[in-house]
């Protein structure tokens, strides 16, 4: 089924860990987007990308770093977990300036001990 | 940066009722999002509106631009309505500098009883 896949939906980290979050679409959509979601607040965009080898920071992108070498995968990685990381993340993608639409992963919950 | 506020921020209702959410943005869009997340799901694209009316089955979309304004309405609701609807705009385009993507209303959590 053509959407946004995110892995793993659950993870537990120590404080200090380091992990990636896999976001991959088959839709050959430019725009790929990560952000987080914490209680009482929006989503906050934390990096994106409009293409393979583009990347540029959001609005809360410390302690995350990205990669886009190809149009399909987005991967978010955590260098060393902290307790404030805990959160829900959200990738999502489209065509480029949102026409059609964003498709969003389903989530991945991340608590950071 | 745009501001989104949505209102209420809680909503209960009775099954049947027609429901309303606003949602009002600070500055131009290119586009409006209504987004639907049931508790502990994934988030789900409703409309996609920049002006006029949408409709799809019992949802009712309306984005007024001048005004800044959009709402959500839902017809004869049931409790499966029931979530957190979101509100997200888009910018106008994408600058090669700033942050681009959408920007993200806290929510409305709906419940509807039966």
């Known amino acids: 089924n053509a959407g946004v896949t995110q892995t793993p939906k659950f993870q537990v980290l120590k404080t200090g860990q380091s992990m990636t979050l896999q976001c991959a679409q088959d839709?050959?959509?430019?725009?790929m987007s990560w952000y987080r979601q914490d209680p009482g607040m929006g989503l906050r965009l934390i990096h994106y990308?409009?293409?393979?080898?583009?990347?540029d920071q959001g609005e809360v992108p410390n302690g995350y770093n990205v990669s886009r070498s190809t149009t399909e995968d987005f991967p978010l990685r955590l260098l060393s977990a902290a307790p404030s990381q805990t959160s829900v993340y959200f990738c999502?993608?489209?065509?480029?300036?949102?026409?059609?639409?964003?498709?969003f992963g389903s989530g991945t919950r991340l608590t950071v001990v | 940066k745009n501001e989104v506020e949505q209102s209420p921020q809680n909503l209960t209702a009775q099954e049947g009722e027609f429901i309303t959410i606003n949602c009002s943005y600070s500055?131009?869009?290119?586009?409006l999002h209504w987004l639907q997340q049931h508790p502990g799901g994934g988030i789900v694209s409703l409309f996609m509106l920049s002006s006029g009316k949408k409709k799809h089955g019992r949802l009712i979309a309306t984005i007024n631009i001048q005004e800044k304004h959009s709402s959500l309405h839902i017809t004869a609701s049931h409790p499966r309505d029931s979530a957190v609807y979101i509100c997200?705009?888009?910018?106008?385009?994408?600058?090669?500098?700033?942050?681009?993507?959408?920007?993200f209303g806290k929510g409305t959590h709906l419940i509807i009883q039966p």
């Open positions: 839709m050959n959509h430019e725009y």
């Open positions: 999502a993608s489209s065509y480029l300036f949102g026409v059609n639409g964003y498709t």
């Open positions: 990308s409009v293409g393979a080898g583009i990347t």
């Open positions: 997200a705009v888009s910018s106008l385009m994408y600058s090669g500098g700033g942050a681009d993507g959408l920007t």
């Open positions: 500055v131009g869009i290119s586009a």
